[in-house]
């Protein structure tokens, strides 16, 4: 199964990421293909495909893990991979106690290293995915869309203490993904 390891937001903030998407959908129109607000997390580590016979040893090492549950983050500013300029994953970013969300993404590592699991190669970067750019987007679109993300305007302010990780299976769909906390 695929399982990746996430920070789960309050439901006030989910709605904050909604009124986002909202004031962005007329100028992306069919250009992006939009995160449920419902499937939006703060993912910690990616594990990509799991054998059964590994998920309970590692489901049961997050809960033996004390977390530090103190960290209050904000929503910060809206930004893109690659490059504004050259949307292809809208996000919005973070701000507040990062330095607790690193305490938290590198006790996920101690869990998950010894079980096997690698982290990823590129640095962490703290990032909520709002949406995907579509591949068939042109450069005009492309340009329309990045003027469109300069526009927006920020979210209103909201504050929250950040939970203890969960582990989350992912199931691809036609419809996009599908999350569910494992039990």
Do not use: C
């Not at 982290?119 to 995907?132: I, Q, V």
């Amino acid at each position: 199964m695929r399982l990746f390891i996430a920070l789960r937001l309050p439901e006030a903030v989910i709605q904050r990421l909604a009124e986002v998407q909202d004031q962005l959908r007329p100028s992306s129109s069919r250009l992006v293909k939009w995160v449920a607000p419902t499937s939006i997390h703060l993912t910690l580590q990616f594990l990509g495909e799991v054998a059964e016979e590994r998920v309970e040893p590692l489901a049961q090492a997050l809960r033996a893990t004390s977390f530090d549950s103190s960290p209050v983050l904000h929503l910060g500013n809206l930004g893109a991979f690659p490059t504004m300029r050259r949307p292809q994953t809208i996000w919005m970013g973070l701000a507040g106690d990062l330095a607790g969300v690193e305490r938290s993404y590198q006790a996920v590592l101690a869990v998950t290293a010894p079980l096997g699991f690698v982290p990823e190669a590129r640095p962490f970067r703290p990032h909520l995915t709002l949406g995907r750019v579509r591949r068939e987007a042109t450069p005009p679109q492309l340009r329309d869309l990045a003027a469109a993300l300069a526009a927006t305007e920020p979210p209103l302010p909201i504050a929250w203490e950040i939970g203890p990780p969960l582990l989350y299976q992912s199931t691809l769909t036609p419809q996009g993904a599908v999350y569910r906390v494992v039990e």
